[in-house]
């Protein structure tokens, strides 16, 4: 049974080094929230590579699948830079899985977007995205929530 474990976690944290990972121990954005100030509207980021996104959520949520693990939903907040990139990671509402978590976590870090957009300018903006894992289940929820900018 130990071994079963281990390979499983094994296993696990070579899928996790296939992907990069941008977590951060900065703190979440607080405050409040707009979604348009005195500086105009402003529009949200929006994921560009969807397609490579339900691709690592299937992939995950079959290796979940093979492994026994129990799938959930982790919540990450992302910052999304600039220029698209995705900065930072974190999860703020965890699915009480850690492998669910993780992976959640290294999957928003390989989203690709078109920044965030106020007054016709990119700029950064904190999102919010659960991330839905569950084995078994052909078609993946990648429906991503509402952004969040923060100005």
Known sequence: MAQVILRSV????LLALLVPIHTASAVSPSGPYYCTDELGEIIPPEVINKSEVRFAIEAA????????????????EVLVGDDGQVKLTRICKSSNNLYVDEMGATIAGMMRFEPAERAERPIEAWITIPIRIAPGHRD???SFTVPLPRL
Do not use: R, S, Y
């Open 61 to 76: 949520a079959l290796w979940f699948a093979e492994n026994h693990i129990a799938g959930g939903t982790a919540t990450v």
């Open 140 to 142: 993946p929820d990648v």
């Open 10 to 13: 094994a296993a696990f944290c």
